[in-house]
T-cell receptor, first 113, second 114 residues
Framework: GAVVSQHPSRVICKSGTSVKIECRSLDFQATTMFWYRQFPKQSLMLMATSNEGSKATYEQGVEKDKFLINHASLTLSTLTVTSAHPEDSSFYIC?????????FGPGTRLLVL | AQSVSQHNHHVILSEAASLELGCNYSYGGTVNLFWYVQYPGQHLQLLLKYFSGDPLVKGIKGFEAEFIKSKFSFNLRKPSVQWSDTAEYFCAVNVYNQGGKLIFGQGTELSVKP
């Protein structure tokens, strides 16, 4: 139980385009989901907390207009990187909360050319 | 601000050696504590967690951790490591009433030599 999926697993896009990443909790409902970035050989950096039916809460320094988060249902949250630039290239990981424990998706590798 | 500190950046052990990875956090209130593991090329998996009760918790794959409140510590242990334990280990703290946010330590890379 407590499986979280992400799609796509890898994406390459041109600078200036937008990319949408989906996060799904497959076998439980998650009122709260989280989005992280992970840089090579580093820990996870929380970007935002996504709450079903309400606006996301962004961490300090994270541009909410650049990283659009939508939590349309109890099993799906999406992160859209708008007008992507090479510095947005990273590993994006989502997690879904189930009974105060976060379960993580496999991550999405984004490369912006 | 709350923080989590993992003392070792990279640990190298031979198979069958005992393992202890340190984790300390800075917060005086109620916390939930977690250890996650990230095997090469894979996603984070929950190893074990502590919410309340017996401060010695057992997790998957023979790992255990002990919560020592007076020391603000939650060290991870395994009596005998295997080559397959090679991975990145993350300690994390969930502060009560903070919306479920996790604060992660920097991670410890464990390399086990066969």
């Amino acid at each position: 139980g407590a499986v979280v999926s992400q799609h796509p697993s890898r994406v390459i896009c041109k600078s200036g385009t937008s990319v949408k990443i989906e996060c799904r909790s497959l076998d439980f409902q998650a009122t709260t989901m989280f989005w992280y970035r992970q840089f090579p050989k580093q820990s996870l950096m929380l970007m935002a907390t996504s709450n079903e039916g309400s606006k996301a809460t962004y961490e300090q320094g994270v541009e909410k207009d650049k990283f659009l988060i939508n939590h349309a249902s109890l099993t799906l949250s999406t992160l859209t990187v708008t007008s992507a630039h090479p510095e947005d290239s990273s590993f994006y990981i989502c997690s879904a909360s189930n009974r105060e424990t976060q379960y993580f998706g496999p991550g999405t590798r984004l490369l912006v050319l | 601000a709350q923080s989590v500190s993992q003392h070792n950046h990279h640990v190298i052990l031979s198979e069958a050696a005992s393992l202890e990875l340190g984790c300390n956090y800075s917060y005086g209130g109620t916390v939930n504590l977690f250890w996650y593991v990230q095997y090469p090329g894979q996603h984070l998996q929950l190893l074990l967690k502590y919410f309340s009760g017996d401060p010695l918790v057992k997790g998957i794959k023979g790992f255990e951790a002990e919560f020592i409140k007076s020391k603000f510590s939650f060290n991870l242990r395994k009596p005998s490591v295997q080559w397959s334990d090679t991975a990145e280990y993350f300690c994390a703290v969930n502060v009560y009433n903070q919306g479920g946010k996790l604060i992660f330590g920097q991670g410890t890379e464990l390399s086990v030599k066969p």
